[in-house]
Protein backbone atom coordinates (compact mmCIF):
# COMPACT_ATOMS: atom_id res chain seq x y z
CA UNK A 1 0.00 0.00 0.00
CA UNK A 2 0.90 3.19 -0.64
CA UNK A 3 1.41 5.65 2.19
CA UNK A 4 1.93 9.67 3.16
CA UNK A 5 2.69 10.03 6.49
CA UNK A 6 2.36 13.07 8.74
CA UNK A 7 4.35 13.19 11.85
CA UNK A 8 0.86 14.59 14.08
CA UNK A 9 -2.65 14.53 13.75
CA UNK A 10 -3.53 16.86 16.19
CA UNK A 11 -0.68 20.36 17.40
CA UNK A 12 -1.24 22.86 19.23
CA UNK A 13 1.36 25.81 19.17
CA UNK A 14 1.78 29.34 20.67
CA UNK A 15 1.81 32.60 18.88
CA UNK A 16 5.35 33.27 17.72
CA UNK A 17 6.58 29.81 17.77
CA UNK A 18 8.54 28.07 15.37
CA UNK A 19 6.52 24.83 13.81
CA UNK A 20 7.87 22.29 12.02
CA UNK A 21 4.99 19.80 9.78
CA UNK A 22 6.44 16.32 8.67
CA UNK A 23 5.74 14.50 5.98
CA UNK A 24 7.26 11.17 4.87
CA UNK A 25 6.32 9.07 1.86
CA UNK A 26 7.34 5.59 0.68
CA UNK A 27 6.68 5.54 -3.01
CA UNK A 28 9.62 7.22 -4.43
CA UNK A 29 7.63 10.00 -5.53
CA UNK A 30 9.24 12.88 -6.83
CA UNK A 31 6.47 15.83 -6.33
CA UNK A 32 5.70 16.80 -2.87
CA UNK A 33 3.43 19.05 -1.74
CA UNK A 34 1.69 20.62 0.83
CA UNK A 35 -1.86 22.17 1.31
CA UNK A 36 -3.91 23.98 3.60
CA UNK A 37 -7.20 23.51 3.83
CA UNK A 38 -10.00 25.58 5.15
CA UNK A 39 -13.44 25.79 5.26
CA UNK A 40 -15.41 27.45 2.11
CA UNK A 41 -12.02 27.56 0.47
CA UNK A 42 -10.85 24.16 -0.32
CA UNK A 43 -7.67 23.28 -0.95
CA UNK A 44 -5.44 26.11 -1.64
CA UNK A 45 -1.28 25.05 -2.51
CA UNK A 46 1.76 26.65 0.04
CA UNK A 47 5.08 24.95 -1.77
CA UNK A 48 5.29 22.10 -3.61
CA UNK A 49 9.15 20.63 -4.39
CA UNK A 50 9.68 18.82 -7.44
CA UNK A 51 12.86 17.38 -6.33
CA UNK A 52 15.31 17.13 -3.61
CA UNK A 53 16.42 20.53 -2.53
CA UNK A 54 14.26 22.17 -5.15
CA UNK A 55 11.16 24.01 -3.98
CA UNK A 56 8.33 26.53 -5.75
CA UNK A 57 6.06 28.51 -4.15
CA UNK A 58 2.74 27.80 -4.50
CA UNK A 59 -0.40 30.41 -3.89
CA UNK A 60 -0.08 31.09 -0.45
CA UNK A 61 3.30 30.78 0.44
CA UNK A 62 3.63 34.00 2.89
CA UNK A 63 5.35 32.91 6.51
CA UNK A 64 5.75 29.71 5.41
CA UNK A 65 8.83 28.04 3.98
CA UNK A 66 9.77 24.22 3.32
CA UNK A 67 12.70 22.01 3.26
CA UNK A 68 13.33 18.94 1.50
CA UNK A 69 16.84 17.47 2.03
CA UNK A 70 15.41 13.65 1.13
CA UNK A 71 13.76 12.26 -1.39
CA UNK A 72 10.81 10.80 1.28
CA UNK A 73 10.76 13.59 3.55
CA UNK A 74 9.06 17.36 2.93
CA UNK A 75 8.81 19.68 6.10
CA UNK A 76 6.63 22.66 6.17
CA UNK A 77 7.63 25.77 8.82
CA UNK A 78 5.72 28.00 10.45
CA UNK A 79 8.58 30.22 10.97
CA UNK A 80 7.12 32.38 13.59
CA UNK A 81 2.71 30.66 13.99
CA UNK A 82 0.12 32.83 14.21
CA UNK A 83 -3.63 32.69 14.95
CA UNK A 84 -4.68 33.10 11.32
CA UNK A 85 -2.01 29.86 10.68
CA UNK A 86 -4.80 27.74 12.09
CA UNK A 87 -5.68 25.39 9.65
CA UNK A 88 -5.96 21.72 8.72
CA UNK A 89 -1.79 20.91 6.96
CA UNK A 90 -2.24 18.63 4.07
CA UNK A 91 0.85 16.97 2.42
CA UNK A 92 0.73 14.40 -0.76
CA UNK A 93 2.96 13.30 -3.63
CA UNK A 94 2.81 11.84 -6.95
CA UNK A 95 4.84 11.02 -10.00
CA UNK A 96 5.82 14.26 -12.64
CA UNK A 97 4.11 14.00 -15.85
CA UNK A 98 0.63 14.95 -17.23
CA UNK A 99 -2.66 12.56 -17.19
CA UNK A 100 -3.39 10.03 -14.80
CA UNK A 101 0.07 9.88 -13.49
CA UNK A 102 -0.36 12.82 -11.77
CA UNK A 103 -2.61 11.13 -9.29
CA UNK A 104 -1.76 12.62 -6.08
CA UNK A 105 -1.66 10.41 -2.77
CA UNK A 106 -2.47 12.85 0.49
CA UNK A 107 -1.20 12.18 4.08
CA UNK A 108 -4.33 12.09 6.74
CA UNK A 109 -3.76 15.99 7.78
CA UNK A 110 -1.79 17.62 10.90
CA UNK A 111 -5.20 19.75 12.16
CA UNK A 112 -2.85 22.97 13.69
CA UNK A 113 -4.40 24.84 15.77
CA UNK A 114 -2.28 28.46 17.30
CA UNK A 115 -3.18 29.93 20.50
CA UNK B 1 -5.75 30.77 -14.27
CA UNK B 2 -7.21 27.57 -14.02
CA UNK B 3 -10.03 27.41 -11.95
CA UNK B 4 -12.26 24.59 -10.37
CA UNK B 5 -16.14 25.42 -9.30
CA UNK B 6 -18.35 23.09 -7.08
CA UNK B 7 -21.84 23.50 -6.46
CA UNK B 8 -22.38 25.08 -2.27
CA UNK B 9 -23.14 22.70 0.10
CA UNK B 10 -23.54 21.00 2.18
CA UNK B 11 -26.27 18.42 0.75
CA UNK B 12 -28.38 16.72 2.65
CA UNK B 13 -30.10 13.51 1.38
CA UNK B 14 -32.01 10.44 2.46
CA UNK B 15 -30.30 7.09 1.78
CA UNK B 16 -31.20 5.44 -1.54
CA UNK B 17 -31.45 8.91 -2.96
CA UNK B 18 -29.67 10.01 -6.65
CA UNK B 19 -26.74 12.52 -5.83
CA UNK B 20 -25.24 15.18 -8.10
CA UNK B 21 -22.88 17.48 -7.24
CA UNK B 22 -21.71 19.84 -9.94
CA UNK B 23 -18.07 20.86 -11.01
CA UNK B 24 -17.22 23.21 -14.04
CA UNK B 25 -13.80 24.02 -14.75
CA UNK B 26 -11.75 26.23 -16.44
CA UNK B 27 -8.34 25.65 -17.90
CA UNK B 28 -6.02 26.18 -21.17
CA UNK B 29 -4.73 23.30 -22.90
CA UNK B 30 -6.07 19.64 -22.14
CA UNK B 31 -6.22 19.11 -18.10
CA UNK B 32 -6.70 15.44 -16.52
CA UNK B 33 -9.92 15.90 -14.06
CA UNK B 34 -10.33 13.91 -10.78
CA UNK B 35 -13.23 13.76 -7.56
CA UNK B 36 -11.35 13.30 -4.43
CA UNK B 37 -13.22 12.11 -1.14
CA UNK B 38 -12.42 13.30 2.42
CA UNK B 39 -14.00 11.13 4.93
CA UNK B 40 -13.91 12.69 8.66
CA UNK B 41 -11.50 12.83 10.46
CA UNK B 42 -8.99 11.58 7.67
CA UNK B 43 -7.09 12.98 4.64
CA UNK B 44 -7.94 13.16 1.12
CA UNK B 45 -8.50 9.73 -1.12
CA UNK B 46 -9.07 9.63 -4.94
CA UNK B 47 -12.51 8.50 -5.95
CA UNK B 48 -12.29 8.40 -9.57
CA UNK B 49 -10.69 10.07 -12.31
CA UNK B 50 -11.00 11.26 -15.86
CA UNK B 51 -7.88 12.08 -18.36
CA UNK B 52 -9.34 13.47 -21.66
CA UNK B 53 -12.71 14.48 -23.10
CA UNK B 54 -15.49 12.05 -23.02
CA UNK B 55 -13.78 9.66 -20.68
CA UNK B 56 -16.38 8.32 -18.15
CA UNK B 57 -14.46 7.61 -14.56
CA UNK B 58 -15.99 4.96 -12.00
CA UNK B 59 -15.44 3.91 -8.58
CA UNK B 60 -17.67 2.37 -5.90
CA UNK B 61 -20.81 3.36 -8.05
CA UNK B 62 -19.82 6.95 -8.14
CA UNK B 63 -19.57 8.28 -11.86
CA UNK B 64 -18.29 11.39 -13.17
CA UNK B 65 -17.72 11.93 -17.05
CA UNK B 66 -15.32 14.67 -18.52
CA UNK B 67 -17.42 17.49 -20.78
CA UNK B 68 -15.07 19.28 -22.32
CA UNK B 69 -17.83 21.13 -24.59
CA UNK B 70 -19.37 22.56 -21.01
CA UNK B 71 -16.27 22.67 -19.48
CA UNK B 72 -17.55 19.84 -16.63
CA UNK B 73 -17.27 17.38 -14.46
CA UNK B 74 -19.92 16.62 -12.57
CA UNK B 75 -20.12 13.27 -10.20
CA UNK B 76 -23.20 11.05 -9.82
CA UNK B 77 -24.21 8.29 -7.39
CA UNK B 78 -27.81 6.17 -8.20
CA UNK B 79 -28.33 5.42 -4.77
CA UNK B 80 -26.66 6.73 -1.78
CA UNK B 81 -25.58 5.62 1.33
CA UNK B 82 -24.81 6.63 4.83
CA UNK B 83 -21.53 5.29 4.53
CA UNK B 84 -21.09 8.24 1.83
CA UNK B 85 -20.88 11.00 4.02
CA UNK B 86 -17.95 12.84 3.28
CA UNK B 87 -16.60 16.20 1.78
CA UNK B 88 -16.04 15.53 -2.26
CA UNK B 89 -13.23 17.78 -3.64
CA UNK B 90 -13.74 18.50 -7.73
CA UNK B 91 -10.27 19.24 -8.61
CA UNK B 92 -7.61 19.98 -12.12
CA UNK B 93 -4.25 18.88 -13.42
CA UNK B 94 -3.16 21.46 -15.81
CA UNK B 95 -1.27 20.62 -19.21
CA UNK B 96 2.29 21.62 -17.18
CA UNK B 97 4.57 18.75 -16.11
CA UNK B 98 4.71 19.73 -12.49
CA UNK B 99 1.75 17.90 -10.86
CA UNK B 100 -0.06 20.71 -9.19
CA UNK B 101 -3.44 19.86 -8.45
CA UNK B 102 -6.54 22.94 -8.49
CA UNK B 103 -9.10 21.94 -5.84
CA UNK B 104 -12.77 23.29 -5.53
CA UNK B 105 -13.96 24.57 -2.68
CA UNK B 106 -15.47 21.05 -1.46
CA UNK B 107 -19.01 19.74 -1.22
CA UNK B 108 -20.24 18.28 1.89
CA UNK B 109 -22.76 15.04 1.70
CA UNK B 110 -24.61 14.19 4.35
CA UNK B 111 -27.14 11.13 3.75
CA UNK B 112 -29.69 10.10 6.52
CA UNK B 113 -31.16 6.70 6.76
Known amino acids: DVKVTQSSRYLVKRTGEKVFLECVQD?????MFWYRQDPGLGLRLIYF???????EKGDIPEGYSVSREKKERFSLILESASTNQTSMYLC??????????????FGQGTRLTVV | GDSVTQMEGPVTLSEEAFLTINCTYT??????LFWYVQYPGEGLQLLLK?????DKGSNKGFEATYRKETTSFHLEKGSVQVSDSAVYFC????????????FGQGTTLQVKP
Open chain 1, 27 to 31: MDHEN
Open chain 1, 92 to 105: ASSEPGTGSRTEAF
Open chain 2, 27 to 32: ATGYPS
Open chain 2, 91 to 102: ALSGSSNTGKLI
Open chain 2, 50 to 54: ATKAD
Open chain 1, 49 to 55: SYDVKMK
